[in-house]
């Protein structure tokens, strides 16, 4: 049985992946506000994507600066070893749950997150949280592009010396900034074609890079025998709770965002064990040489050093330090344009398919990481887990709670392809706009991100990602009972 409220919205029966094929041989007339081929369906016949291809697309999106960055900074917070690379694994595995939910739709219908997200909002009131999502991306293409500067310059201080100025770092960053953009140009084969030869390449040079580090260190002893620095379990929880919540948080927007990659899936199976394959071996793995090589820099330095590109600047061995640093590029472009970019630009796209393609979307989307100043956000540990991490995760999971209680709870995987592109149909709502869905997202940000305002329910906030999405999902899903039946 399907369900609608009189004069908002109707769900209708499954139209099979059929609808999709239909759509793009132009036999149903399509909205041009609505659609433009970067945003229709992806036919049967043009899904290449593999088991291999979803495994390696997470090797090369998790083997990243931020990753490590990630590990280090629990380390640098007080856990030691074990602590932080189970805290990572846990935050992998619940992620993985949303990833995969929201991934049946792409696989199913073929079609992008800006459009699979106008079943839930109506199809204009889905630019909200797209552009929310699209924003927070903004910020990552940014973050990843600023280290990728930061290495190049690190570079240059090895092969001219001379010419790595203080202002040399702005030159480079501004290069990286023209490589990222020139790759999106390219198109999405250029990404798929980058993730398959760089994520073996990448675990090869970190591993590289642990074993080296590790000897200079006295091996793997002293640099996992460091104990953690809380005194008791309270204080453990205390800094375990928002740091748990910051590793949701890190994969949050691609939770969103996966059928951007899903709706090129062969099928659901290879989309489904190629990521749970990928996604938490690879952050478990790579984050595991994070912990390890920070611990490493504690016993030659006496300190913690987060920053990989730091850490690599105090070695005077030029032949191992440039190996590092171009993984460190190679690394960063992987995970910039598969993560940071396909979603921004789909969604800038789905503002005004006419007149902003994916390639115009995303030269919007690195326009707006300059604005965002990524040297900031990247401060220290701190504001990077417990402010941008945790901070964000408040606005994409209430997000992700509408998007799953409205396609699994609500309309049991059924989707009518044709309506999502086109004015008047069922997923018009209130001129285009879902109120539902509005008060179920604006509820559960609210809650989420309150505890910043209220010291005493702090809690809120260090779960911003979880209270999110479960006041969202119930109120969408208790708000959208009341709709009467349709044929």
Same mark, same amino acid.
């Given at each position: ?101 929201n991934a049946h739709a792409g696989a199913k219908y073929g079609i992008p997150f800006p459009v699979f997200i106008r079943a839930s909002f109506g199809v204009k009131g889905a630019n909200l949280p797209a552009i929310l999502r699209a924003l927070v991306a903004c910020g990552w293409f940014g973050i990843q592009t600023w280290i990728g ?39 999405i084969e250029t990404i798929r074609f980058l993730e398959g030869i760089g994520a073996p390449f990448m675990l090869g040079v970190g591993l590289l890079l642990l074993w080296w580090i590790t000897r200079k260190a006295g091996g793997f002893g002293p640099v996992l025998s460091a104990p953690g620095k809380f005194s008791s379990t309270a ?83 030029? @032949?191992?330090?440039? +190996? #590092?640093?171009?993984? $460190?590029?190679?690394?960063? =472009? ?5 993560? !940071? *970019? ?52 408040? @606005?994409?999971?209430? +997000? #992700?709670?509408?998007? $799953?209680?409205?396609?699994? =709870? ?5 989707? !009518? *392809? ?56 119930? +109120? ?12």
């Amino acid at each position: 049985m399907a369900w609608a409220a009189p004069n908002e919205q109707r769900v209708v029966p499954e139209r099979e992946p059929r609808a999709a094929s239909r759509l793009c041989e132009n036999r149903v007339v399509h909205d041009p506000g609505l659609y433009n081929e970067d945003l229709a369906p992806v036919p049967q016949s043009r899904r290449s994507w593999g088991l291999y291809s979803y495994a390696s697309l997470w090797v090369a999106m998790s083997v990243c600066i931020p990753t490590y960055m990630l590990a280090s900074g629990l380390i640098a917070g007080g856990m030691n070893w074990w602590q932080a690379v189970g805290t990572i694994l846990l935050g992998n595995l619940i992620v993985l749950v949303p990833m995969l939910l929201n991934a049946h739709a792409g696989a199913k219908y073929g079609i992008p997150f800006p459009v699979f997200i106008r079943a839930s909002f109506g199809v204009k009131g889905a630019n909200l949280p797209a552009i929310l999502r699209a924003l927070v991306a903004c910020g990552w293409f940014g973050i990843q592009t600023w280290i990728g500067g930061q290495a190049i310059h690190s570079m240059l201080q090895i092969l001219w010396p001379a010419a790595a100025t203080p202002g040399a770092v702005w030159i480079c960053f501004g290069a990286f900034w023209l490589l990222n953009m020139l790759v999106i140009w390219r198109g999405i084969e250029t990404i798929r074609f980058l993730e398959g030869i760089g994520a073996p390449f990448m675990l090869g040079v970190g591993l590289l890079l642990l074993w080296w580090i590790t000897r200079k260190a006295g091996g793997f002893g002293p640099v996992l025998s460091a104990p953690g620095k809380f005194s008791s379990t309270a204080d453990f929880l205390h800094f375990f709770v928002p740091s748990l919540t910051a590793m949701v948080g890190f994969w949050a927007t691609v939770a969103l965002n996966i059928p951007d990659f899903t709706r090129y899936a062969t099928s659901q199976r290879a989309q489904m064990i190629g990521q749970a394959l990928g996604l938490p071996a690879a952050m478990t793995l790579y984050s595991f040489i994070g912990v390890a090589v920070t611990s490493a820099s504690v016993v030659l330095f006496g300190q913690a050093i987060w920053d990989p590109v730091t850490l690599i600047g105090k070695f005077h061995q030029p @032949l191992v330090a440039f +190996i #590092a640093l171009i993984a $460190i590029l190679l690394a960063t =472009l992987n995970t910039n344009v598969a993560a !940071n *970019v396909v979603s921004p630009s789909n969604d800038f796209s789905n503002l005004n398919p006419r007149l902003i393609s994916f390639r115009t979307g995303g030269v919007i989307t690195g326009v707006i990481a300059l604005m965002m100043m990524p040297w900031k956000l990247l401060g220290d540990y701190s504001a990077y887990i417990f402010g941008w991490l945790v901070g964000y995760s408040g @606005l994409l999971g209430p +997000i #992700a709670g509408v998007m $799953i209680a409205d396609y699994f =709870l609500v309309r049991h995987r059924r989707l !009518n *392809v044709d309506d999502l592109y086109r004015r008047g149909g069922v997923y018009e709502y209130r001129n285009g706009v879902n109120p539902k869905a509005l008060v179920a997202l604006g509820l559960g940000i609210a809650i989420a991100l309150l505890g910043l305002a209220i010291p005493a329910i702090r809690w809120l906030y260090d779960y911003a990602w979880f209270v999110g999405f479960g006041v969202s999902a119930a +109120i969408y899903t208790v708000l959208m009972r009341g709709a009467q039946p349709v044929d």
